[in-house]
C-alpha cells in the first residue's frame, strides 16, 4: 500500500505573535533552522521514505506561500486543499482522504502530520512509522504518542496498553496529575500524528459523525482545479461541524492503537517551548538576530530589524519586529493569545501582517505611511506580473531601483531600467511585469484620498485572485 504524507496546516500560531501573522502563520517561519521553516522540515522528513507526493490542508489566505515553499524545496506533485472556513482536523483529515482515493484510484496509507513539529531524531521517527504501517494495513488508526520528558500540562495524554491498544485518551492535566503519569510510565503525549488507510478513517468518520463525513463528501465533490490549489464547495465546507479527529473518530473507534516515538519532539507552541528548545549560551540565553546582552539571564531575544540591547534582565522573552515588540515574562507565554485579541478588537492590523507582505508574484514593503500618502518597496521575482488593475482614489509614480520593469500604463506599454520611472494618474489601468532575469526593485510613490489595498479593481490576473 502506498503511503501519503498529509500535511496539515491550517493553523496561525498567534501565541508566536509578533513573528507569526494571520497572513504570515509560525508554520512558514524559519524558527529552528536558519534555512527551512517549519512546513518545510515536515515535509523533507519523509524524503527517506517510500511515500507518494504530499497533501497540503490549508486555508485560502496561505496558499501561494505554501506552493512557494514547497517550490523552494523541490517538492513536486502536491495537491494543495483550500479549507474555505477551519473546520478542525477531523474534516480537514477527510478532505485529504478523498483525494488520496482521487489520485490514487486505490486504497492508500495517510501519514498525517502538523505543519509546525519539529522532529530531529528521524531515524527513530522512520521506526515508528515502520510499526505503525504493519498495525495499520491491518485496518487499525494509528496515532503517535510522545515518550514524556516532563510533567507537561499543556499536552493530552494517551493511556497505553498491551500490544499497541489504547486504553484512554487524556485530557490536559494540573501539574501534579502529569507527574503522577510521568512516575507511572504508562502515559503519552498526544502528538496529533496519525497513520491510517484513507478508507477506513473514512468508514469510521461516517460510523461515528456521519454529519462531518455526509458535508465534508459534498463539499469535495463539488470541487474545482485552480492552477495547483483544489478549491472544494464553500458553502457545503463551511456548513460542516467544527470537530477534532480525536473527538470525532479516535476515542470513539474501537480500531485505535497507539506507537511510542521516542525521540527529540516539540510543537513549538508558544515562546517558552521555543526557549526549551534552542541551544542557550553560557548565561542560559536564547539570542537571535542583533542583539546585545550583558548580565541577563534565561532570557529569549530576538531581533528582526534593528539592534535590540539588554541589560541586567531575567526569565523575559523579547521579540522585535519592524513594527511591534513584545516584552514577556517567559512564565507567561500562554497570555499573548490576549495581546493579539485586543489588537484584534480594537481594530488594528499588527495580528495579520508584517510591514512585509508576501505576494504571489514578489513581496512589498510599507516604509511611509500618512493621510494622502503611502510609499512602498516592492519586489517582483523574474517573470512574473501583477494584475491588470486600476483604482479610483489614489494615483501611482514608480521609480526603478534595479532590475527591468514592462508596464503597461494605459494605451502605453514602455520598458522601464534603473533610475527611470513612470506615473499613473487615478483611474488609469495598468501593469507591472517583470520580463528580466534578476529581481526587480522599486519604489512606488502613492498620493490619493483613499490608500487601502481593497482599492484596486482588476481586470485580469494570473494567480486567479
Not at 482515493?101 to 486505490?106: G, I, L, S, V
Not at 531581533?303 to 519592524?322: F, I, M, N, Y
Request: aromatic share 8%; net charge negative.
Amino acid at each position: 500500500m502506498k503511503i501519503i504524507p498529509v500535511i496539515l496546516s491550517g493553523g496561525v500560531g498567534s501565541r508566536l505573535w509578533p513573528l507569526s501573522r494571520e497572513h504570515f502563520p509560525k508554520q512558514c517561519l524559519p524558527l529552528t533552522d536558519a534555512q527551512f521553516s517549519l512546513l518545510q522540515q515536515t515535509a523533507n522528513r519523509t524524503n527517506d521514505l517510500d511515500v507518494s507526493s504530499p497533501i497540503i490542508v490549508c486555508n485560502e489566505d496561505h496558499r501561494f506561500l505554501i506552493a512557494q515553499q514547497l517550490q523552494e524545496i523541490g517538492v513536486k506533485g502536491a495537491s494543495i486543499i483550500l479549507e474555505p472556513k477551519g473546520r478542525n482536523t477531523a474534516p480537514a483529515i477527510a478532505l485529504a482522504a478523498l483525494e488520496a482515493k482521487y489520485k490514487e484510484h486505490e486504497d492508500t496509507l495517510l501519514l498525517v502530520l502538523p505543519a509546525d513539529h519539529v522532529i530531529r531524531d528521524i531515524k527513530a521517527f522512520e521506526t515508528a512509522i515502520e510499526k505503525a504501517t504493519e498495525l495499520a494495513k491491518s485496518a487499525s488508526l494509528v496515532t503517535f504518542g510522545i515518550q514524556p520528558t516532563r510533567p507537561e500540562t499543556g499536552y493530552g495524554y494517551i493511556r497505553s496498553g498491551e500490544n499497541y491498544t489504547v486504553a484512554e485518551f487524556v485530557e490536559k492535566p494540573n501539574l501534579v496529575t502529569a507527574e503522577q503519569y510521568l512516575a507511572s510510565g504508562d502515559f503519552l503525549w498526544n502528538s496529533g500524528m496519525f497513520l491510517f488507510s484513507a478508507q477506513v478513517y473514512l468508514e469510521e468518520l461516517a460510523t461515528h459523525r456521519n454529519d462531518i463525513s455526509q458535508a465534508v463528501s459534498q463539499a469535495y465533490a463539488q470541487r474545482n482545479a485552480d492552477m495547483d490549489f483544489v478549491r472544494v464547495d464553500e458553502k457545503l465546507f463551511s456548513a460542516c461541524p467544527s470537530e477534532s479527529i480525536d473527538y470525532a473518530v479516535m476515542e470513539l473507534t474501537k480500531k485505535a492503537k497507539v506507537v511510542p516515538y521516542v525521540g527529540d519532539w516539540s510543537d513549538i507552541g508558544a515562546w517558552d517551548a521555543l526557549y526549551d528548545y534552542t541551544e542557550k549560551d553560557k548565561d542560559q540565553n536564547v539570542l537571535l538576530g542583533d542583539v546585545m546582552s550583558e548580565g541577563s539571564s534565561n532570557c529569549l531575544i530576538r531581533s528582526e530589524s534593528r539592534l535590540v540591547a539588554a541589560v541586567g534582565v531575567q526569565d523575559l522573552v523579547v521579540v522585535e519586529t519592524a513594527d511591534a515588540v513584545l516584552v514577556m515574562d517567559k512564565n507567561n507565554a500562554q497570555d499573548v493569545k490576549k495581546i493579539v485579541k485586543r489588537i484584534q478588537s480594537e481594530g488594528r492590523e499588527e495580528h495579520m501582517y508584517h510591514t512585509t507582505v508576501h505576494r504571489p508574484w514578489g513581496t512589498y514593503q510599507t516604509v511611509d505611511l500618512g493621510d494622502r500618502h503611502q510609499v512602498k518597496r516592492i519586489m517582483v521575482k523574474p517573470g512574473e506580473k501583477l494584475s491588470v488593475q486600476m483604482h479610483h482614489h489614489r494615483a501611482e509614480h514608480w521609480v526603478v531601483v534595479s532590475g527591468t520593469a514592462k508596464v503597461q500604463n494605459g494605451d502605453n506599454e514602455i520598458l522601464l531600467t534603473e533610475n527611470e520611472s513612470t506615473y499613473i494618474p487615478v483611474g488609469v489601468v495598468h501593469a507591472l511585469e517583470n520580463p528580466g532575469k534578476i529581481p526587480l526593485q522599486l519604489v512606488e510613490v502613492q498620493s490619493g484620498s483613499y490608500l487601502g489595498e481593497d482599492d484596486i479593481v482588476r481586470f485580469s490576473d494570473r494567480y486567479g485572485r
